[in-house]
């Protein structure tokens, strides 16, 4: 059974940045495709960002292409979500997520077997 644990999320200004962190523990870490999901008030759980087992593909939502990076080092089983220019519309309760096919580029969150606990992200205008 696989653990996530995110941290990170916090209230930061519009264009400001923050770095979310997944921690995992159990599970084979480093086969597993990771993700971010986020969900606002209201609305549905929405992709944002994806890696490989490896790191070699990456995926990401239009609406963050250019401004969030997703990244791994399977050695210390952690993701990390890289979040620069941020704006108010980013507000969410961000998850991370991980998928036992470990190839990436699934954006449905039914694909993903295990889910932290999220953490809330606000962003001011």
């Known amino acids: 059974q696989v653990q996530l644990v995110e941290s990170g999320g916090r209230l930061v200004q519009a264009g400001g940045s923050l770095r979310l962190s997944c921690v995992a523990s159990?599970?084979?870490?480093?086969?597993?495709?990771m993700a971010w999901f986020r969900q606002a008030p209201g609305l549905e759980r929405e992709f944002v960002a994806a890696?490989?087992?490896?790191?070699?593909?990456?995926d990401y939502a239009d609406s963050v292409k250019g401004r969030f990076t997703i990244s791994r080092a399977n050695d210390m089983k952690r993701a990390t979500l890289q979040m620069n220019s941020l704006k108010p519309e980013d507000t969410a309760v961000y998850y991370c997520?991980?998928?036992?096919?470990?190839?990436?580029?699934?954006?449905?969150?039914?694909?993903?077997?295990?889910w932290g606990q999220g953490t809330q992200v606000t962003v001011s205008s």
């Open positions: 159990g599970g084979a870490f480093s086969s597993y495709a």
């Open positions: 890696i490989s087992w490896s790191g070699g593909r990456t």
């Open positions: 997520a991980a998928c036992r096919y470990g190839g990436g580029g699934a954006v449905d969150p039914r694909r993903y077997d295990y």
